[in-house]
């Protein structure tokens, strides 16, 4: 009787079968197994996908860290360049404020107030002039300049305007949701002391304006001594504000002040 040697499949042996449909027999003849081809293929593919979650993840974490750095970057460069301003023939002084008439926020914007807050540590701008005004118990301090630092941190004077300490017209700027918005609250007749390096200048409100930006007019030369403030209008207008409100004071001499001082005693007299 003829004796047939059993054919063994040793695990040595190479697996040259690749196709979609391996042997079932020869599969299950192997001692030690390995992940089919189609397994293979579908581990290279996660790895695939996995890799190239993980670079999107710090794309957008890089994304999301840019815009910090910038203003980081930008904080730093503002904190060591000096700030260019337009040419003044005023002289800076620096004078504590007085404790009690600290620029009052009361009706400052909410947006006004963190951008005062967060300038207010990056430029530290000497003044060349402040206004007070005594009916409202308001102080506010002047910078040269009207640029949006000045106008945020108090208000700016304009250059091509007479100086703060000279004669014509005086012209000075404020945001409308800021500093300047106590300009509303202001009549005819009411006081603004304007203090410069050289002494304290008294003037009184002539007249209030509403105007359109391109009346320039209003601060054109003038022969007398004139205060002029600008802020935008309507002051609590949502937007671009669409015109401006002008506030023009006339200086008072000896002796106006004194005529001005004996003007409501003579009205009470003549008026019910």
Wanted: net charge negative; aromatic share 6%; with cysteine.
């Amino acid at each position: 009787m003829p004796i047939f040697a059993p054919t063994v499949k040793f695990a040595t042996e190479p697996d040259d079968d690749c196709t979609d449909k391996p042997s079932k027999s020869y599969n299950s003849m192997r001692t030690v197994r390995s992940l089919p081809p189609c397994a293979m293929g579908s581990t290279s593919m996660k790895a695939r996908i996995l890799g190239f979650a993980e670079r999107l993840l710090w794309a957008l974490a890089v994304l999301c860290l840019l815009p910090l750095g910038v203003t980081t970057a930008a904080r730093h460069l503002a904190a060591s360049t000096k700030l260019e301003l337009p040419p003044s023939d005023t002289v800076a002084f620096e004078l504590p404020l007085i404790a009690e008439k600290q620029p009052s926020q009361g009706l400052w914007s909410h947006k006004r107030r963190s951008e005062f807050a967060r300038l207010k540590d990056l430029f530290h701008r000497a003044e060349i002039a402040r206004l007070e005004f005594p009916t409202l118990d308001v102080i506010v301090p002047v910078f040269a300049g009207d640029d949006e630092v000045s106008m945020t941190l108090g208000a700016g004077h304009l250059s091509d305007t007479s100086s703060v300490q000279g004669h014509g017209n005086i012209a000075i700027t404020s945001h409308r949701d800021g500093a300047f918005r106590v300009l509303k609250d202001l009549e005819t007749g009411d006081r603004i002391l304007l203090q410069t390096p050289t002494g304290t200048r008294d003037f009184r409100i002539a007249r209030r304006l509403i105007v359109n930006p391109d009346q320039v007019d209003v601060i054109a030369p003038t022969s007398d001594t004139t205060l002029t403030l600008i802020t935008c209008y309507p002051f609590y207008f949502v937007g671009k504000a669409p015109q401006r409100f002008i506030i023009q004071a006339e200086l008072v001499t000896p002796e106006s002040a004194d005529s001005m001082t004996d003007a409501p005693a003579g009205a009470a007299a003549t008026n019910p």
